[in-house]
């Protein structure tokens, strides 16, 4: 990322840390993007997905899973139930939580959204071969193994 006074210094240019921030930035911004034409963030799409392959949950079970705060999962779990793409009931073996389930306009949502983030990717990672960006996607899995944390779920980091 050049600047109108020229391009940062060669340690910089050259650290895997600060090239691997760069490029998710940019990762951040065409995946929003894509997002925003879906009418939805990130949030909702890694809500949707997680409900969608693991099947209904309750909503601190799903924040867990996908990393949401109590409050942005209720706000998100409030806002895609407004849009009838899932259901919250409480559960019957303890009626003080929520079970969440996706529902069949839910799952036409998550293939539009999909449709959209493969289409991110795409933009995102052009300049590289197929091979090559899967080599990149090994990598950076071997990374985040390494260091502890799971590799992510979805097609975007959260």
Same mark, same amino acid.
């Given at each position: 990322?050049?600047?109108?006074?020229?391009?940062?210094?060669?340690?910089?240019?050259?650290?895997?840390?600060?090239?691997?921030?760069?490029?998710?930035?940019?990762?951040?911004?065409?995946?929003?993007?894509?997002?925003?034409?879906?009418?939805?963030?990130?949030?909702?799409?890694?809500?949707?997905?997680?409900?969608?392959?693991?099947?209904?949950?309750?909503?601190?079970?799903?924040?867990?899973?996908?990393?949401?705060?109590?409050?942005?999962?209720?706000?998100?779990?409030?806002? #895609? =139930?407004?849009? !009838?793409?899932?259901?919250? &009931? $409480?559960? @019957? +073996?303890?009626? /003080? *939580? %929520?079970?969440?389930?996706?529902?069949?306009?839910?799952?036409?949502?998550?293939?539009?959204?999909?449709?959209? #983030? =493969?289409?991110? !990717?795409?933009?995102?990672? &052009? $300049?590289? @071969? +197929?091979?090559? /960006? *899967? %080599?990149?996607?090994?990598?950076?899995?071997?990374?985040?193994?390494?260091?502890?944390?799971?590799?992510?779920?979805?097609?975007?980091?959260?």
């Amino acid at each position: 990322m050049n600047t109108p006074e020229g391009p940062p210094p060669k340690r910089l240019r050259t650290l895997p840390s600060r090239l691997t921030n760069q490029a998710a930035l940019t990762a951040n911004r065409i995946v929003d993007q894509a997002l925003a034409q879906g009418g939805v963030r990130r949030y909702h799409y890694a809500l949707l997905a997680a409900l969608e392959e693991y099947g209904p949950a309750s909503q601190a079970a799903l924040g867990r899973r996908i990393g949401i705060d109590r409050s942005d999962m209720v706000a998100t779990v409030n806002d #895609l =139930a407004e849009r !009838q793409l899932l259901d919250r &009931a $409480p559960d @019957p +073996e303890d009626r /003080r *939580r %929520n079970i969440v389930t996706i529902t069949e306009a839910g799952r036409k949502q998550l293939t539009h959204l999909d449709r959209l #983030l =493969a289409a991110a !990717q795409d933009e995102f990672l &052009a $300049p590289l @071969p +197929e091979a090559d /960006r *899967r %080599n990149l996607i090994d990598l950076l899995i071997r990374v985040i193994e390494h260091h502890g944390d799971k590799p992510p779920n979805v097609s975007f980091d959260e």
